[in-house]
C-alpha cells in the first residue's frame, strides 16, 4: 500500500492577523507548524502502513522553510518526504495548488490512496483534496472519520456528514480527506527524531514535475482577493424592567419585532 | 543550570517532556484516585522509543545510558512520579540482565525491553528481608536441567503488569549472601502467580504486588551470571538505579516548586500576591536552591557511571539519598506555600507530598544508604581518590 500524505506548513495561531494593505497573513513573529487537521492524516497514513505494509510519502508544496514540516512528520512517522517548491508556484490558490500537487502525484505515479486534512487553519477552504481528485480523474470522499477496510483496489470508509454517518465503498487509488475525530495523533519518536534530523528531502521544480508556467502561481489561480476584513460585531442590549409580567410582556412584544 | 545537554539528550528531555505534559498531566489526578495502571502512557512511552533510551544499541537500544536515563525519569516525575516510577522500575528490572546476562539472555529480552512491548520488575524484597537484602528466604532449588523456586517476594514494582522479572533467590541457603542467585522468571511460568496487591500511600498509579512461587519450575539457562552471583548482582544494579531515584525526586520537587511558585503569585491575601510576602520568598528560594544542588548530585553520579568508573556505590547513595530527603522538605513546602487548600485533593499539592515519601524508603532506605555512604568513607580513610 503506498499512501501520499498532502501538508501543509501554517502559522502556528488562530488568532490570525491580516495585514490590510496587501490582504496577505502577517506571518512574521508565529511560528509555523504543520497544518493540525494535516496531523490526523498523517497518523491514519502511518497506521494503515502499520496495518497493511508499503509506504507512506509526505508532499508539500510551499517555500523552503516548509521543509521544517516536512522533518517533523518523518519523526512521527513517514517514510519519504517531497518539497514541491518553486518560485513559479508563489501565489497558488486551491485550484493552482491542486494542479501543482497532482503533477507531483503524475511523477510519483505509484500511488494507492491520498490522504489530506479536512481543511487547513490558515485558508480554511477544504478545496485542496477535491480539486485534486478531480485533476487526477479519481475518487474522492471528505471528512471520513474511520477506515473501515481496505486492500489492494478497494475501501470501505465511513465519513461524518451533518446528522450521521455514511458508509462508502469506492475503487483505489483515490483521495479522502479526514477528520479529527478519525484518530489520536502519536507523538514523535526518539529514532524517528534522530533520523529526520539527518533526512535528506528532495525538493521537485516546475520543471521536474512538468508544471506548465501559466497554469500555476498567481498566474494559474481564478481565485482573486478582493479584500479581507473582520466582520464588525455589533451587539446591542437593552435590559428589561419592571415585574415579571411587564418584563415578559415586554420580551414577547421585542420578539414579534424581530420575527 | 546550563548542563550542556547533547543533541540526543536534548531530544530524550523534550519528548518526555512533551509526554508528561500532554499524556501525564491530563490524567494523574485520575490515575492516582483510581489506583489504576497508566498503560496508555506505558504505550505512548514504548512508541516514542522512551523504553530505548537505557538499552544498548545492538539490543534495538539507543544506547544512551544513565544520564539520558535520568533526564526521561525527571521529565516524566515532574508531572507524576508514579507512572515515572513505572518507567524508572523497568529499567531497574532490566539491570541485571543487562549488567550480567548471557548474550543469549541479552537477545531474547532485551529487544522487547527496549520496545516497550515488555515491561520488567526486580524482586528482591521480601516480608523478612527489607534493608537486611541478605535475610532472603526465597530458595532456588536444583531440579535436572531446571530450577524450583519457592517463596514470595513482596512490594515488587510493576508486580502483576510485567511479563518479565529478574529475582533474587537462594541457591545454597547455607551459604547466605554468597548463596543467593539471580533468575529471569516470565509471567505465566507455571508455579508464578501474584499474591497481594498493595494500597499505598503515594505512587498510586503504581503496581505493587506480591509475586508468588510455588515450585516455579524455571530453565536453568535463565540463572543470570552464575550461581552465587546473587548478592553481587542486587548490589551492583541497586548502585546502578539509585541516581534514578534521586531522578524520580529531583523532578518530582521540580513539579511542586512550578506549582508552588504559580499559586503563590496566583493566591491574594491582605490585599497583595502572597508571593509579595517575604517568609513565602524565602521559603521559594530554599526550595530552588536545594533542588538545583540535588539535581546537580544526580546528574554528576549518573556521569559517573556512564564515565565507566568500577565504582560508583558512594556517588550513587549520595545522590538517591540527598535528592529524595530534598523532594520529601520541597513537597511539604509546597503544600505550606498552598495553605488550606494544598491539602485538598482538588490541588497536586497533597499528592505530590504522598508521592516523595516512598523515595526515602524504597532502593535502600535514607538510613541504611547512610551507613553504605559511612562505609566508603571509612574503607578508604576519607581519601578522595
Known amino acids: 500500500m503506498n499512501i501520499v500524505v498532502c501538508i501543509k506548513q501554517v502559522p502556528g495561531t488562530t488568532e490570525i492577523k491580516i495585514d490590510p494593505e496587501t490582504n496577505t497573513l502577517v506571518r512574521e513573529g508565529v511560528p509555523s507548524i504543520i497544518n493540525p487537521f494535516d496531523c490526523y492524516a498523517l497518523e491514519e497514513a502511518v497506521r494503515l502502513r502499520e496495518r497493511c505494509g508499503g509506504k507512506v510519502t509526505v508532499i508539500s508544496m510551499g517555500p523552503p522553510q516548509a521543509e521544517e514540516a516536512l522533518r517533523e512528520t518523518i519523526s512521527l512517522g513517514a517514510d519519504e518526504t517531497i518539497l514541491l517548491s518553486d518560485r513559479a508556484f508563489a501565489g497558488s490558490d486551491t485550484w493552482a495548488t491542486a494542479y501543482v500537487l497532482s503533477r507531483a502525484m503524475a511523477r510519483i505515479a505509484d500511488y494507492d490512496i491520498i490522504i489530506c486534512g479536512r481543511q487547513t487553519l490558515d485558508g480554511d477552504t477544504g478545496q485542496v483534496g477535491p480539486g485534486l481528485s478531480e485533476m487526477l480523474g479519481i475518487p474522492f470522499v471528505a471528512y471520513v472519520n474511520r477506515v473501515e477496510e481496505i486492500r489492494d483496489g478497494y475501501i470501505r470508509v465511513q465519513r461524518m456528514v451533518e446528522e450521521g454517518y455514511e458508509t462508502i465503498e469506492m475503487a483505489l487509488p483515490a483521495v479522502i480527506t479526514v477528520v479529527k475525530e478519525i484518530n489520536v495523533p502519536r507523538l514523535p519518536s526518539l529514532r524517528g527524531s534522530m533520523k529526520a534530523k539527518t533526512a535528506q528531502i528532495p525538493v521537485w521544480s516546475a520543471d521536474d514535475i512538468g508544471v506548465e508556467e501559466d497554469k500555476a502561481g498567481i498566474a494559474g489561480s481564478p481565485t482573486r482577493v478582493v479584500k479581507v476584513f473582520f466582520p464588525k460585531r455589533e451587539r446591542k442590549s437593552e435590559m428589561l424592567q419592571g415585574s415579571t409580567e411587564e418584563q415578559v410582556d415586554n420580551l414577547i412584544r421585542l420578539l414579534e419585532g424581530i420575527i | ?385
Open chain 2, 1 to 385: 543550570m546550563e548542563y550542556y545537554l547533547t543533541e540526543q539528550q536534548k531530544l530524550v528531555k523534550s519528548l518526555a517532556r512533551r509526554i508528561a505534559e500532554e499524556r501525564i498531566l491530563p490524567v494523574r489526578a485520575e490515575l492516582d484516585q483510581n489506583e489504576e495502571f497508566p498503560w496508555a502512557i506505558v504505550k505512548d512511552m514504548a512508541n516514542s522509543d522512551l523504553f530505548r533510551v537505557f538499552i544498548p544499541e545492538q539490543y534495538e537500544g539507543l544506547g544512551e545510558g544513565s544520564f539520558a536515563l535520568c533526564i526521561a525519569v525527571e521529565e516524566l516525575s515532574r508531572a507524576c512520579c508514579g507512572v515515572a516510577l513505572t518507567y524508572a522500575a523497568d529499567a531497574l528490572g532490566s539491570l541485571p540482565i543487562l549488567l550480567y546476562g548471557s548474550d543469549e539472555q541479552k537477545q531474547k529480552y532485551l529487544p522487547d525491553i527496549a520496545a516497550g512491548t515488555k515491561l520488567t520488575g526486580f524482586g528482591l524484597t521480601e516480608s523478612g528481608a527489607g534493608s537486611d537484602a541478605a535475610a532472603i528466604k526465597t530458595t532456588a532449588t536444583r531440579d535436572g536441567d531446571d530450577y524450583l523456586i519457592n517463596g514470595t517476594k513482596q512490594f515488587i514494582t510493576n508486580g502483576g503488569e510485567a511479563e518479565i522479572y529478574t529475582i533474587i533467590a537462594l541457591t545454597d541457603p547455607s551459604r547466605g549472601n554468597r548463596g543467593s542467585s539471580a533468575f529471569i522468571v516470565e509471567k505465566g511460568m507455571p508455579g508464578f502467580t501474584f499474591g497481594k496487591k498493595e494500597q499505598k500511600m503515594g505512587i498510586r498509579t503504581t503496581a505493587t504486588r506480591e509475586l508468588v512461587f510455588h515450585n516455579c519450575r524455571v530453565p536453568g539457562e535463565n540463572l543470570v551470571g552464575k550461581e552465587g552471583l546473587g548478592f553481587i548482582v542486587t548490589m551492583k544494579t541497586l548502585d546502578v538505579s539509585r541516581p534514578g531515584v534521586g531522578a524520580l525526586s529531583v523532578g518530582l520537587a521540580q513539579g511542586a516548586l512550578e506549582a508552588a511558585v504559580a499559586y503563590a503569585q496566583q493566591r491574594r491575601q491582605f490585599g497583595q500576591p502572597v508571593s509579595a510576602f517575604q517568609a513565602v520568598q524565602h521559603m521559594l528560594a530554599n526550595m530552588a536552591m536545594e533542588l538545583e544542588a540535588a539535581r546537580a548530585l544526580v546528574y554528576a553520579a549518573a556521569k559517573t557511571i556512564d564515565s565507566g568508573a568500577r565504582n560508583f556505590t558512594e556517588e550513587g547513595a549520595m545522590a538517591k539519598v540527598f535528592a529524595t530527603d530534598m523532594a520529601m522538605k520541597v513537597t511539604t513546602d509546597a503544600l505550606q506555600v498552598f495553605g488550606g487548600v494544598g491539602y485538598m485533593r482538588d490541588y497536586p499539592a497533597e499528592k505530590m507530598m504522598r508521592d516523595a515519601k516512598i523515595n526515602q524508603i524504597y532502593e535502600g532506605t535514607n538510613q541504611v544508604l547512610r551507613n553504605v555512604i559511612a562505609l566508603q568513607l571509612l574503607k578508604r580513610k576519607a581519601q578522595r581518590e
